[in-house]
């Protein structure tokens, strides 16, 4: 299962566009990245998942350079509501298995 | 999306008695779920693999004797923390997915305190 690797913690304001970047050397061909977003005391919640290039939904985009290395979730116009702890995994499609690094502690402030 | 149930969403038990956790999928049928821990401020720590019809896989670490896992139907996974001690608080959560491969649903999670 590859490594991921993303900043502790991240500060940003309301209204404001945040991009979180992941980084997964050891990715593998198989692998897809999924990112997960938690507030505390409730289980993580689904983002987005992508194999490449970029990927949007109605909350968030995926921007997966050509290596895979790494990728980044963007946020756009984040409110309070916001602040959570993402996390970035990597997984293969016959694995299952998510291993949870420790995230990134968001705090959106007015 | 598909939905994850917990029950109890929280408990509160005395040291040396037993506790049972339902992980229930309410749309789906789950072959496989799973197990985390997640003690305050830290990540969640996968615990074990929980394969209906079979014995569950452990992560290294986690004792199978004192976390008892039971995936008796393909909706419900039930974990049993034996012997309980206040160590063992901490908020444990659950997950199902629809297959190999596919998006993980969580549940809310339990919030067990051991006194």
């Known amino acids: 299962l590859a490594k991921t690797t993303q900043p502790i913690s991240m500060d940003s304001y309301e209204g404001q566009e945040v991009n979180i970047t992941c980084s997964h050397n050891?990715?593998?061909?198989?692998?897809?990245i999924t990112w997960y977003q938690q507030f505390p005391s409730q289980g993580p919640r689904f983002i987005i998942q992508?194999?490449?290039t970029k990927v949007t939904n109605e909350v968030a985009s995926l921007f997966i350079p050509a290596d895979r290395k790494s990728s980044t979730l963007s946020l756009p116009r984040v409110s309070l509501s916001d602040t959570a702890v993402y996390y970035c995994l990597v997984f293969s499609g016959g694995y299952n298995k998510l291993i949870f690094g420790a995230g990134t502690r968001l705090a959106v402030h007015p | 999306g598909a939905v994850v149930s917990q029950h109890p969403s929280r408990v509160i038990c005395k040291s040396g008695t037993s506790v049972k956790i339902e992980c229930r999928s309410l749309d789906f049928q789950a072959t496989t779920m799973f197990w985390y821990r997640q003690f305050p401020k830290q990540s969640l720590m996968l615990m074990a693999t929980s394969n209906e019809g079979s014995k569950a896989t452990y992560e290294q670490g986690v004792e199978k004797d004192k976390f008892l896992i039971n995936h008796a139907s393909l909706t419900l996974s039930t974990l049993t923390v034996t012997s309980a001690h206040p160590e063992d608080s901490s908020f444990y959560i659950c997950?199902?997915?629809?297959?190999?491969?596919?998006?993980?649903?969580f549940g809310p999670g339990t919030r067990l305190t051991v006194t």
């Open positions: 050891n990715i593998a061909t198989n692998d897809y």
């Open positions: 997950s199902a997915s629809l297959g190999q491969g596919d998006e993980q649903y």
């Open positions: 992508g194999y490449k």
